[in-house]
């Protein structure tokens, strides 16, 4: 989640591409360094920390990591061989359930019938269908069906913010880096990226949340995944790479609580970086105004506003006093379980926004309701990731894609998202598209 650890939970990533340049510019030749962090797990009551190790580009002495992305260094380097990776099934847990029906099977099941709503593991370990988790549901006859249905003008739009966002970041995050690296005295160029996929437009993935579970001594992720097979940079169990290798592809579907706010709710006003939530009440409300009807396998977005108030409104104290306060506040959908319901029983693959965590942060006790008792609260990600294998989105670019909507008057599109091919990634950029 791009919010939820008060230390890096992922490694910089760092990622070597030749580019072809008619004309090389001068470069100016400087030793740079290339900062590593080695994984140490760390397992708290609350949460599990997990700040996993990135390798540095051959030949390259070592970047600083408060090293600003406009401090773009030029070096002679030559083409990095990133070492191989061994992929390790390991043995179930003594937490993961026996059955004997399919992901399918189990996928199907409403969500009051689900017989273990804490561990939806159908997948054996190591499979491919464990690797998917709740993206079992993007079947080719789902996908197909997306494509026929929602691509008629063949206009598009990306969902990426910035890879320089959050610029300034909460939870000890360093900015992202760009160097770019002289190649034969100059004949060519590659590129450098050390950057943290949290502090952008990111697919959790399945190795990025765990969940506290009875019997258990430590939390654990998705299918029982302990934090000790994360760390084992031979083990890539239910990393990225699973999802990079069929994609997240399918019909997209857009709640904009942003404008909806204006019309239908002039009383309220928030702000992105707040804990004010969105019940799912008037979720199921925007649906009905937007004359949305949603299908199994959709893949759902909610906007809030957070990359339009952070790109146009927050001044640079602003945003300084956002990464340096110890209780950061993020506005999102409620954390309840009528809202755990509905996401499951609708039929979603995925869930993103435009949120720092999607859900509210910090979990609220409980959500008022008027006329009534107050409903109970939860931490929908130690359901979403951990138990049941859903892609969460976070800090998607939806201001380019919300006036799309708006211009065709139609809230469903195509959705192509490409994670990154990394295998035991732990999240992503989501290199996503929504055509129309």
């Not at 169990?237 to 706010?261: K, P, S, T």
């Not at 931490?379 to 998607?396: K, N, R």
Request: with cysteine; charged share 20%.
């Amino acid at each position: 989640m791009g919010s939820l650890h008060s230390t890096p939970d992922s490694a910089a990533a760092v990622t070597v591409q030749t580019s072809n340049t008619e004309e090389a510019p001068k470069v100016e030749e400087q030793p740079v360094e290339v900062q590593t962090e080695t994984a140490v797990p760390v397992t708290t009551e609350g949460e599990t920390q997990t700040e996993a190790q990135a390798p540095a580009p051959t030949q390259a002495a070592e970047l600083s990591s408060e090293q600003p992305i406009e401090d773009a260094v030029v070096v002679e380097v030559a083409d990095a061989q990133p070492a191989a990776e061994t992929v390790v099934n390991t043995p179930a847990t003594d937490l993961t359930p026996a059955s004997s029906t399919s992901p399918v099977d189990v996928h199907s099941l409403s969500y009051d019938e689900l017989p273990d709503k804490r561990r939806v593991w159908p997948g054996a370990p190591g499979s491919r269908e464990e690797g998917l988790g709740r993206l079992c549901l993007l079947t080719p006859d789902v996908v197909a069906s997306a494509a026929a249905s929602c691509i008629r003008t063949g206009k598009r739009v990306a969902l990426n913010w910035d890879l320089t966002k959050l610029d300034i970041a909460n939870f000890n995050r360093a900015p992202t880096q760009h160097h770019i690296m002289s190649l034969l005295g100059g004949a060519g160029f590659d590129d450098v990226y050390i950057f943290n996929p949290q502090q952008s437009s990111q697919w959790d993935g399945l190795r990025h949340f765990s969940s506290p579970y009875p019997g258990s001594d430590q939390r654990l992720f998705y299918g029982g995944v302990t934090t000790s097979e994360i760390t084992d940079r031979s083990n890539t169990r239910i990393g990225i790479h699973h999802w990079a290798q069929e994609g997240i592809v399918g019909r997209g579907v857009l709640l904009d609580y942003v404008e909806y706010a204006k019309t239908h709710l002039p009383d309220i006003k928030y702000k992105a970086l707040s804990d004010h939530a969105v019940p799912l009440s008037v979720l199921q409300d925007i649906a009905r105004v937007q004359g949305v009807t949603f299908q199994r396998g959709d893949i759902l977005f909610v906007r809030i506003g957070l990359t339009q108030e952070w790109d146009t409104q927050m001044s640079p104290a602003d945003k300084l006093a956002y990464a340096q306060s110890s209780n950061p506040q993020h506005a999102g959908v409620e954390g309840t379980e009528e809202m755990l319901r509905w996401i499951w029983d609708t039929g979603f693959s995925a869930v993103a926004g435009d949120a720092v965590s999607f859900e509210v942060y910090p979990p609220q006790k409980s959500y008022k309701r008027e006329g009534g008792e107050d409903v109970p609260g939860l931490f929908m990600h130690e359901y979403l990731l951990p138990a049941w294998g859903l892609p969460v989105g976070e800090l998607f670019d939806l201001e380019a894609l919300s006036r799309m909507c708006a211009e065709h008057q139609r809230w469903t599109f195509f959705v192509s998202s490409s994670p990154l091919n990394m295998p035991g990634g732990v999240s992503s950029p989501p290199n996503c598209l929504a055509i129309f």
